[in-house]
């Protein structure tokens, strides 16, 4: 049974750092290439960043390029969001997904709950 579990969410102020993880269970972390997504209440789910297998390469939306950094840990099953100079804009529910694609297109329709990052300003 796949499951991904999201954590390391909380409140921060505006320019602080949060560091997200994401546990992979159900298939071995070589099978997939990862990523992150967000989605504010009332708003369609929008990409993040994304990692190869790997690890050899990244891909990021424009509006957290320099600040986010994504990584993953093929001996852990678990990939991650460092998330720095964060802004009120960053707030909401970030989730990580798995897709089969690079760059990054397809993505399989596996979701966990999310992890809600607050960032006050």
């Known amino acids: 049974q796949v499951q991904l579990v999201e954590s390391g969410g909380g409140l921060v102020q505006a320019g602080g750092s949060l560091r997200l993880s994401c546990a992979v269970s159900?298939?071995?972390?070589?099978?997939?290439?990862m990523g992150w997504f967000r989605r504010v209440s009332g708003k369609e789910r929008e990409f993040v960043a994304a990692?190869?297998?790997?690890?050899?390469?990244?891909n990021y939306a424009d509006s957290v390029k320099g600040r986010f950094t994504v990584s993953g840990s093929n001996a852990k099953n678990t990939v991650y969001l460092q998330m720095n100079s964060l802004k009120p804009e960053d707030t909401a529910v970030y989730y990580c997904?798995?897709?089969?694609?690079?760059?990054?297109?397809?993505?399989?329709?596996?979701w966990g709950r999310g992890t809600q990052v607050t960032v006050s300003s």
């Open positions: 990692v190869t297998w790997n690890n050899d390469a990244t």
């Open positions: 997904a798995a897709a089969t694609d690079w760059p990054p297109i397809r993505w399989k329709p596996y």
């Open positions: 159900g298939w071995t972390a070589s099978t997939y290439n």
